[in-house]
């Protein structure tokens, strides 16, 4: 959580730095890195089955009720992507000014054999099955066309969005591609994977 402080302290443009939480050890590691922490989170938007387009839209109005004014924008950064860096915030909010955008998110490219052509399925007796009916034609990967999946870094949006709407993202909301390795930590093993990829950059930048 204090990455995501950090980054968000380091760029300009952002005016108000709030963390939304239940959690009493949270809200004071908040309050250590430089977070405001104006109100707790309710116990409905607690737990595993809370979603982030409900407790970030309660975010945004209690944060409206606490600072007496409008917020017209909004950027997430969630705690369980450590890797982003400030680069990758001011991309997707640069997005989200562009064309007619009212919402912008970071995406990965999803490895060729997590595409829908290279799923597969098995049946209650045992036997595997394509989950496309035509996918014996992609064995090859190179004939597989480019998915992306979300990987948590960084979203934005207009009020329109998520305040009115209650979305994150919607037809008009725009892809921020990041190439590099990232992690969105869900499973102890994702912890180990972003260490490791902690360490190399460090390495890297190390010898330079």
């Not at 409206?64 to 990758?88: A, K, M, N, W």
Request: glycine share 6%; hydrophobic share 40%.
């Amino acid at each position: 959580m204090g990455r995501a402080v950090n980054v968000a302290r380091s760029l300009p443009f952002i005016c108000k730095i709030v963390l939304s939480t239940d959690d009493m050890e949270i809200y004071e590691e908040g309050i250590k890195y430089g977070a405001d922490v104006p109100f707790m989170r309710p116990v409905k938007l607690g737990g595993d089955y809370a979603t982030s387009s409900a407790t970030w839209r309660h975010a945004w109005l209690e944060s409206e009720v606490h600072y007496g004014c409008r917020f017209d924008i909004s950027i997430l950064l969630e705690p369980t992507s450590p890797l982003r860096q400030p680069g990758d915030v001011e991309r997707t909010v640069e997005t989200l000014f562009k064309d007619s955008c009212v919402a912008a998110a970071t995406v990965s490219r999803a490895p060729a054999h997590f595409t829908p052509h290279k799923c597969l399925m098995v049946n209650q007796e045992g036997f595997i099955s394509f989950y496309l009916k035509d996918g014996k034609q992609f064995s090859i990967r190179q004939r597989i066309p480019e998915y992306f999946y979300r990987n948590g870094v960084c979203y934005a949006v207009k009020r329109e969005t998520l305040v009115d709407k209650g979305l994150i993202m919607e037809e008009h909301c725009a892809a921020v591609i990041i190439d590099r390795p990232v992690v969105n930590i869900d499973e102890p093993l994702d912890i180990e994977f972003a260490e490791f990829l902690l360490e190399r950059e460090n390495s890297v930048f190390g010898e330079q």
